[in-house]
Nanobody
Framework: QVQLVESGGGLVQAGGSLRLSCAASGSIFRIAIMGWYREAPGKQRELVAHISNVGNTNYADFVKGRFTISRDNAKNTVYLQMNSLKPEDTAVYYC??????????????WGQGTQVTVSS
């Protein structure tokens, strides 16, 4: 069984920083793309950033220049460094990963979510 466990959320003032972590565990053969999504109250879940297994990254326009995604393949962990946070960044942040449990079998897994609240 595969699990994604997030950590690092919390309450921060506008302009502050937080670092989110998400560790994958279980019967993992390899991990392809890992990413972060967020869901604010009353809004749809949206992509924040994702990173390939070789480090290629993609960011939503609203976080470019402020957030940085990275991963440690040896630890099956993805990170999201969030700087210059704004109140509109307030949301539940979800980790997401495309995980192979064998050479041919893969599916998308989600973490349980971690709350990020930015006060003005």
């Amino acid at each position: 069984q595969v699990q994604l466990v997030e950590s690092g959320g919390g309450l921060v003032q506008a302009g502050g920083s937080l670092r989110l972590s998400c560790a994958a565990s279980g019967s993992i053969f390899r991990i392809a793309i890992m990413g972060w999504y967020r869901e604010a109250p009353g809004k749809q879940r949206e992509l924040v950033a994702h990173i390939s297994n070789v480090g290629n990254t993609n960011y939503a326009d609203f976080v470019k220049g402020r957030f940085t995604i990275s991963r440690d393949n040896a630890k099956n962990t993805v990170y999201l460094q969030m700087n210059s946070l704004k109140p509109e960044d307030t949301a539940v942040y979800y980790c997401n990963a495309d995980i192979y449990t064998s050479r041919w079998n893969s599916r998308t897994y989600w973490g349980q979510g971690t709350q990020v609240t930015v006060s003005s």
